[in-house]
């Protein structure tokens, strides 16, 4: 035998029952493959991790700033100008406020109304000591259109700084009502260098993962590109809402599970029935 190594001898070893709290977690033993950004795997990895899972990181998707802020730059010197600014991700309102941070206006410019998709984009805005508005029941892009029904939109000016590819369903929604919405993109979404040979890696290995998590519309394409839905044959899939379902199934990936409600803590609760 060599270090590092624990021999227990002696009545101790009547405890272990006692003791062993960790292997008698739910998910103890199971490998489940986070795909969210490297710099936003922690918060589902730490509660996957709190209920025994063996979590591995696997970026399927990186966040990097706009290819050209023109757009954004030209709305935010008409900060004042909007009524309503909505927010699609916490990843919108950070990239905005970076980009606000470098012009010469601020937040006391804002007139606007604020509406966030969820509770992760609204703790975001309320980082800023802000409060929202408005928001869906569900976090998703038709209910935060639903969430509009008794709101006048006709002449109102709309600002949407989100992805640089993203799902049209909020501005062509409002448009149809009568705002004039400015869509701009605030950052762009890539695969990681290393996604496919990490990929290749892990689902190779002599065990193979027990479930893989999909945050995201982009997090199911971009494995799909790097990996193929053929590496996931054996492994669960769960998913945090329809939206992202509807692309994993559009892509042959069936689906196990999907969280409810559409959020990390409706993720979690999914993978754990699930497994």
């Known amino acids: 035998m060599k270090p590092p190594a ?61 290819s050209d802020y023109a757009r954004l730059d030209q709305a935010i010197t008409e900060l004042g100008c ?26 006391r410019s804002l007139r606007a109304k604020i509406c966030a998709i969820g509770p992760a984009t609204r703790a975001a805005v309320e980082a800023l000591h802000l409060k929202v508005d408005l928001m869906g029941k569900e976090y998703v892009a038709e209910s935060l259109v639903d969430a509009f029904a008794g709101h006048d ?12 590819v993203a799902r049209d369903v909020v501005p062509v929604e409002l448009a149809r009502r009568g705002a004039r919405v400015d869509v701009v993109e605030a950052y762009r979404t890539v695969i990681p260098a290393n996604a496919a040979e990490r990929a290749r890696q892990l689902f190779a290995a002599p065990r193979r993962p027990d479930c893989i998590t999909f945050t995201s519309s982009s997090t199911v394409q971009n494995f799909v590109s790097a990996a193929g839905c053929q590496m996931l044959e054996g492994v669960r899939v769960a998913t945090i809402g329809p939206v992202t379902s509807d692309t994993a199934r559009t892509l042959g990936i069936r689906v196990d599970a999907e969280a409810q409600p559409f959020t990390i803590d409706g993720l979690v609760n999914a993978v754990l029935h699930l497994l």
């Open 82 to 107: 909007y009524d309503w600014l909505i927010f699609t991700s916490a990843n919108g309102v950070r990239f905005f406020l970076e980009r606000l941070d470098q012009s010469r206006t601020d937040l």
């Open 6 to 66: 624990s021999i227990i001898v002696g009545e101790v070893v009547r405890l272990r029952e006692k003791l062993d709290w960790f292997g008698r977690l739910p998910l103890f033993g199971k490998r489940i493959v986070v795909t969210r950004a490297k710099d936003q795997a922690d918060t589902l990895g730490q509660r996957l991790h709190a209920l025994g899972a063996d979590v591995i990181e696997l970026p399927t998707i990186e966040i990097q700033p706009a």
């Open 153 to 164: 939109l006709a002449g109102k000016r709309v600002l949407l700084p989100r992805a640089a």
